[in-house]
């Protein structure tokens, strides 16, 4: 069974900086691409970040130019720097994989981690 720990959120005022982190254990599969969605209070959730096993990232457009998306192969470890925060980034951050065995796939989430940002 696959968990995904995540960790790093908080509170923080606007301006300021937040590092997520989530490892994954358990992994049985290939890892496709890993990385983060949020949600927040009556949002839907978006896509913050995606980076795939051969490094490429893809950022929603709300974060790019602030956030940062970086993984540890090894460890299927990914990280989220958060810089520059905005109050609009408060939200529930969730950690995710994507993989595939053969022919069977796999995607697995997170529990989330809560990012308060105070104005």
């Known amino acids: 069974q696959v968990v995904l720990g995540e960790s790093g959120g908080g509170l923080v005022q606007a301006g300021g900086s937040l590092r997520l982190s989530c490892a994954a254990s358990?992994?049985?599969?290939?890892?496709?691409?890993m990385g983060w969605y949020r949600q927040g209070p009556g949002k839907q959730r978006e896509s913050v970040a995606t980076?795939?096993?051969?490094?490429?990232?893809n950022y929603g457009d709300s974060v790019k130019g602030r956030f940062t998306i970086s993984r540890a192969n090894a460890k299927s470890a990914v990280y989220l720097q958060m810089n520059t925060l905005k109050p609009e980034d408060t939200a529930v951050y969730y950690c995710f994989v994507r993989g595939s065995n053969g022919p069977r796939k796999y995607d697995s989430w997170g529990q989330g981690t809560q990012v308060t940002v105070s104005s």
């Open positions: 980076i795939t096993s051969g490094g490429t990232t």
């Open positions: 358990g992994i049985t599969f290939s890892i496709d691409a």
